[in-house]
């Protein structure tokens, strides 16, 4: 039985698993880190976790060079241990740490391969027979030894000295101090083989004051030779304690010549010879020495004063812009502004822009970033925020936790090497917050112009100047972004494509770029218009590319099957082919209404992929109320209201019985219920299908509408007009009811789709209703030829030729 710190019983087997350790002697009671790598130390390891004690004896190797010792060359003395934790490394090492329970003696070695398994017996600590006082004596002198060897050299850790004020066992005060003290194995094995404790702790003292003797010499030929130059102080450093001690000036010198060399700002400059300075004070196997030495390696290797040498040809810069990306004229031009501004101003005194790229997914917003870095001669780093929910991953940790790192910015910046790169902040809108603080928050002093000249990340804990860098952040949804956020962006949208532009795109760089992926040539495939045109209308139905580059994609690869397979043949292909190598078409116009319907109306919306068509039905029953269906979020169902309030208070001027909303219920119902929908653009469609659906009016097929409405019948303007104008067309709609006050955002189409467009600006329901209604008299009675043709159509559609 062994006991652990707990002073818990533990019952270990005679036989255990072996790991000789090189260079270390582990004592009971002491819990350290282990590096596992030769493989048959990895097997014992892994023997020991499968077993339930998880205990493994621990002996020193003679030699630490050898690497598979013999029984011979491993100590008889050891320790037997627990396995606390077990990690695997990336290098195929193992990392355990343990807590040494036990002395052992080895007796025999009953397995040598394919690890060593040896049977052992438990070494009792004997009772110490000395006088107390003597004990008590001795114990004193021991820890006042050692506190006056840590406070004026690196033998030992500070942090030993509280640990040992509430040790009084001999035994165990020599055993914690021999693991603390940097003995050869040979003089570490001499103490774990000591058994009675006053003798151990006699010969630990005796260590102890031959390296206060070493200390005092070398304080004297410290004093004899301040002047000696350094090279001499080295060599006395080797000859006194090693090379280790030389070894470490050799590195402070360096940094500290990297200090100088480096051009930091004062502040900078000052804390960080401050800390080195401490660094240079401490024990180099303390824990704080590698925080500060971890820290200093940050300081000097992120860029203070390094910059790209910036391109202000403008039409070099129009060059690569327009070799990149088609059309997207607005971005383009921001940039062309900044680099003119810089031109005229001077690259130094001109901030970095903080730009917000807005859009549906697929249109180029991170790529953008790509080609504006090479436009501008900077260097590109992305930082993805979707899902960061820790204020930490912006400002980084405090350098007091284990572990700490700087923030992502800091981190870019070291990775750009560079004070003005291209920071892209990607999908910004998908940025989170939970109890460990709100990144987006934290994003506010990095985007603000004014301050980000003197950011403070909490691991530097100094001053880094921000305001060179071009940040360009991408969001699919505004308005998940905080108004405070959004404001310190210049916000760029970028819409969907049409179906023109996405035929010039496919021609110039989709085509080619998935011809050259693929591997075929101009001499294997040709692209008809007409066959990009089909895989554009069938079988993508998006505002962005990315479904669009996949399907050339597969088309490039179906011909290279072929080619592969002997057929030498060019491949032409056409609109009409393109079905015998990607299949039957995905998506057809069979979305669009084929009739004029009577409760049936095409509204139009947008998300964050861009613009879609909408229908909304009615239909009424016996009942009272109204009934709403297909996933309506709070304001669609608010809309409905809105719809039904004013038609119901304006029932007479509309030519609708009052009596029906007595005898009827009203069911409105949006299909494809699975996807949740919400705002307030489809209040004229609402309304529209209602009145359709009252006085037996049908609505034209040909027309799609967007727009809020009111109790008193005003239609309001919504966003997101190019959009759904473009999901209109793509629909084969060409007539599209907007709000009169939205007129100005049809600047945002261009001219070539405007022309194809009918847009009827409207305000208020009453014209909408007199567009959208065929046959629609208010304050009229249907006539009777009308009557007529209801009576003989089995059907409320009408065919259209």
């Known amino acids: 039985m062994v006991s652990n710190f707990n002073g818990e019983q533990i019952e270990f087997k005679e036989q255990l698993p072996l790991l000789p350790v090189r260079d270390i002697v582990v004592y009971p009671f002491m819990i350290l880190p282990l590096f596992v790598g030769r493989e048959s130390s990895i097997i014992a390891v892994e023997e020991a976790i499968n077993n339930h004690d998880r205990l493994i004896v621990l002996s020193s190797q003679k030699d630490i060079q050898t690497e598979r010792p013999d029984p011979s060359e491993i100590f008889d003395v050891a320790t037997i241990a627990m396995i606390m934790r077990m990690r695997k490394l990336p290098d195929g090492r193992i990392k355990i740490l343990v807590q040494g329970l036990n002395k052992v003696r080895i007796l025999q070695y009953e397995e040598l391969t394919p690890f060593y398994k040896v049977k052992v017996e438990k070494i009792e600590s004997p009772e110490s027979k000395s006088d107390p006082v003597q004990v008590e004596a001795l114990t004193r002198n021991v820890k006042e030894k050692l506190e006056k060897l840590v406070s004026n050299s690196h033998t030992a850790s500070p942090d030993i000295l509280m640990v040992l004020e509430d040790?009084?066992?001999?035994?165990?005060?020599?055993?914690?101090?021999?693991?603390?003290l940097n003995l050869r194995v040979t003089e570490a094995q001499i103490i774990l083989e000591t058994f009675e404790p006053f003798e151990r702790l006699k010969y630990v003292d005796d260590i102890l004051t031959r390296e206060i003797q070493i200390l005092n010499i070398q304080d004297k030929l410290n004093n004899s030779n301040k002047h000696t130059p350094e090279s001499f102080l080295k060599e006395q450093f080797k000859a006194i304690s090693g090379s280790?001690?030389?070894?470490?000036?050799?590195?402070?010198?360096?940094?500290?010549?990297?200090?100088?060399?480096?051009?930091?700002?004062?502040?900078?400059?000052?804390?960080?010879?401050?800390?080195?300075n401490r660094l240079e004070r401490m024990h180099p196997d303390s824990s704080e020495s590698n925080i500060l030495r971890n820290y200093l390696e940050w300081i000097l290797d992120i860029p203070w004063t390094e910059a790209s040498k910036e391109v202000v040809d403008l039409a070099y810069s129009q060059k690569v812009l327009d070799e990149d990306h088609f059309d997207l004229t607005k971005v383009k031009e921001r940039i062309l502004e900044h680099l003119a501004v810089r031109t005229l101003k001077g690259t130094t005194k001109t901030k970095g822009p903080i730009l917000c790229f807005s859009g549906p997914p697929g249109v180029g917003k991170t790529s953008l970033g790509k080609s504006i870095a090479r436009a501008t001669g900077r260097k590109f780093v992305r930082i993805s925020l979707g899902g960061v929910k820790d204020e930490s991953e912006i400002r980084g940790h405090r350098r007091t936790y284990v572990g700490s790192l700087p923030g992502r910015f800091i981190q870019a910046m070291k990775q750009a090497g560079t004070i003005n790169p291209v920071i892209m902040l990607d999908e910004i809108d998908k940025l989170g917050s939970d109890y460990k603080g709100d990144p987006s928050s934290a994003l506010l002093e990095v985007l603000d112009p004014e301050q980000n000249n003197s950011f403070r990340d909490h691991y530097l804990n100094v001053p880094y100047d921000l305001s060179n860098v071009m940040f360009i952040a991408t969001a699919n949804v505004l308005d998940n972004i905080p108004e405070p956020l959004k404001d310190r962006m210049e916000i760029i949208s970028l819409t969907g494509y049409s179906q023109e532009e996405k035929?010039?795109?496919?021609?110039?760089?989709?085509?080619?770029?998935?011809?050259?992926?693929?591997?075929?040539?101009?001499?294997?495939?040709?692209f008809s218009d007409e066959a990009i045109i089909e895989v554009i209308k069938s079988f993508t139905r998006e505002a962005g590319l990315r479904n669009l580059e996949r399907q050339i994609g597969s088309l490039c690869r179906k011909v290279a099957k072929k080619i592969a397979m002997g057929h030498e043949l060019k491949t032409h292909l056409l609109g009409r082919s393109v079905e015998d190598f990607l299949g039957?078409?995905?998506?057809?116009?069979?979305?669009?209404?084929?009739?004029?319907?009577?409760?049936?109306?095409?509204?139009?919306?947008?998300?964050?992929?861009?613009?879609e068509i909408l229908h909304v039905e009615a239909t009424k029953m016996k009942g009272t109320g109204i009934t709403l269906t297909g996933k309506l979020g709070e304001v669609m169902k608010e809309s409905a209201q809105a719809a039904i309030g004013y038609i119901r208070s304006h029932a007479d001027e509309l030519g609708i019985d009052e009596s029906v909303f007595d005898s009827n219920?009203?069911?409105?119902?949006?299909?494809?219920?699975?996807?949740?929908?919400?705002?307030?653009?489809?209040?004229?469609?609402l309304a529209t299908t209602i009145v359709s659906l009252?006085?037996?009016?049908?609505?034209?097929?040909?027309?799609?509408?967007?727009?809020?409405?009111?109790?008193?019948?005003?239609?309001?303007?919504?966003?997101?007009?190019?959009?759904?104008?473009?999901?209109?067309?793509?629909?084969?709609?060409?007539t599209i009811i907007i709000p009169w006050k939205n007129q100005k955002d049809l600047s945002d189409i261009p001219d070539e789709f405007r022309k194809k467009l009918n847009f009827i600006p409207v305000k208020n329901v009453m014209e909408v209703l007199e567009v959208a209604l065929n046959d629609w008299q208010p304050k009229a009675k249907k006539s009777a030829k009308k009557k007529g043709n209801k009576k003989t159509r089995t059907t409320p559609f009408r065919e259209v030729a």
Request: one cysteine or more; a negative charge; proline letters at 5%.
């Open 244 to 276: 280790h001690e030389a070894q470490e000036l050799d590195e402070f010198a360096e940094m500290r010549d990297k200090l100088t060399s480096k051009k930091l700002p004062e502040e900078v400059f000052t804390e960080a010879s401050k800390q080195l």
């Open 665 to 685: 219920e009203i069911h409105i119902h949006l299909p494809q219920g699975a996807i949740p929908k919400d705002g307030p653009s489809a209040g004229i469609t």
């Open 694 to 734: 009252l006085t037996d009016s049908y609505i034209s097929k040909d027309i799609a509408m967007t727009g809020e409405i009111t109790l008193t019948g005003k239609v309001l303007p919504v966003g997101g007009i190019k959009e759904k104008c473009l999901a209109a067309m793509r629909s084969g709609i060409e």
């Open 167 to 180: 040790i009084e066992d001999p035994g165990r005060l020599a055993d914690l101090i021999a693991s603390n």
């Open 503 to 526: 035929l010039q795109i496919s021609k110039r760089y989709l085509v080619p770029k998935q011809m050259d992926e693929n591997g075929v040539t101009k001499e294997h495939i040709e």
């Open 584 to 611: 039957p078409a995905l998506y057809t116009n069979e979305d669009s209404k084929e009739f004029d319907e009577i409760g049936v109306a095409t509204g139009l919306a947008w998300t964050s992929a861009g613009g």
